[in-house]
Structures are given as C-alpha cells and as structure tokens.
C-alpha cells in the first residue's frame, strides 16, 4: 500500500490554492505544511482525510513528464463536485464527468488538467 505521493510544482501557492478547492469536495484538507527552514530545501503542503496527509506538494520546480493521479471518490455526485470544483479553481476539462465502460462497467471519472498540466482525475467504482 502507498502511503503518500507528492507532486513536484513550479509555483506552489498556486498549486496549494487549486487543490485545496478541486479536492475539499472528496473530504481532503491541507492538514500540514512544511517550510524550506524545516526541510532544508523546500516547502510542502500534506493533503490528505482525517489528519493524515497522503498527498504531497513540493515547491522544487515543475515536474516533467506530465503525471496522471487519480482520487477516489464515494459516489458519482462526489466525482461530478469535485470536476466543478477543480475548473472553478483554475482547472482545465481533459474529460467531463461520465462512465468509462471501456475500463469496467461502473467506472465514472472526470479528468482535470491542473494549472502546471497534470491530469488530475477522481472516480467512483460503485454502480450508482
């Protein structure tokens, strides 16, 4: 089990600003930060549910190549919030929220190009 990620971003406040609002629909929060005087070379913000930061943004440059992360969501009305959501706050359509069958049956997901290009996704496997 993975028990966190990060994603490297050229401009961090921005980064922090978009996914605090593209995920607080799927229940996640900024629930710490770090800065460059604790790490010694750059500053953090943990994601994550429940006090439990699990994903991670470090102000170290733009990471290349481009990433695809995928959210989990607990319903299809959580993916459909979380696409509104994410292009309020600077995000770019890459795929409006709808089943993808090709994947299996149940499978709804959105896809979202953050503002450094990364395609950011949430979905649900359950069948409603």
């Not at 994603?7 to 900024?30: Q, T």
């Not at 930060?33 to 500053?43: K, L, N, Q, R």
């Not at 994903?55 to 733009?62: P, Q």
């Amino acid at each position: 089990m993975i028990d966190h990620i990060s994603l490297n971003v050229a401009d961090y406040e921005r980064a922090k600003a978009f996914y605090a609002a593209a995920l607080a629909p799927l229940g996640f929060s900024l629930v710490m930060e770090v800065t460059v005087e604790m790490t010694g070379s750059f500053a953090g913000a943990g994601f994550g549910v429940d006090g439990k930061p699990f994903f991670w943004l470090t102000g170290t440059g733009r990471q290349t190549p481009i990433q695809h992360i995928a959210f989990g969501a607990e319903s299809r009305a959580l993916v459909d919030a979380y696409y509104e959501a994410a292009l309020a706050a600077g995000g770019t359509d890459n795929g409006a929220p709808g089943l993808r069958p090709h994947y299996h049956p149940n499978y709804y997901g959105a896809f979202v190009l953050d503002p450094e290009g990364h395609n950011i996704e949430a979905v649900c496997h359950a069948p409603q």
